[in-house]
């Protein structure tokens, strides 16, 4: 239930969300999108998961450090 909530409400997939919750996920183009989507729209949570995902020394990380900043 809570999974279903969190997801409408971040505008991902139950899919997407249990994946970026989960010990490995894969960051995509379309995840990165829908997080930036509601991080402009002010979602704590979403820009939250952009940093975490900033952190990583890949091109994912880098796309994320450029939509917060």
């Known amino acids: 239930m809570m999974?279903?909530?969190?997801?409408?409400y971040c505008q991902l997939s139950q899919t997407q969300l249990?994946?970026?919750f989960a010990e490995k996920f894969t960051v995509t183009e379309e995840l990165l999108q829908s997080l930036k989507k509601?991080?402009?729209s002010g979602d704590e949570e979403s820009i939250e998961?952009?940093?975490n995902i900033a952190?990583?020394?890949d091109e994912f990380g880098k796309?994320?450090?450029?939509?917060?900043?």
């Open 49 to 51: 998961l952009l940093h």
């Open 18 to 20: 249990c994946q970026t």
């Open 55 to 57: 952190l990583g020394y």
């Open 38 to 40: 509601t991080a402009l």
């Open 63 to 69: 796309k994320a450090e450029d939509i917060l900043y």
């Open 3 to 8: 999974v279903t909530v969190v997801s409408n």
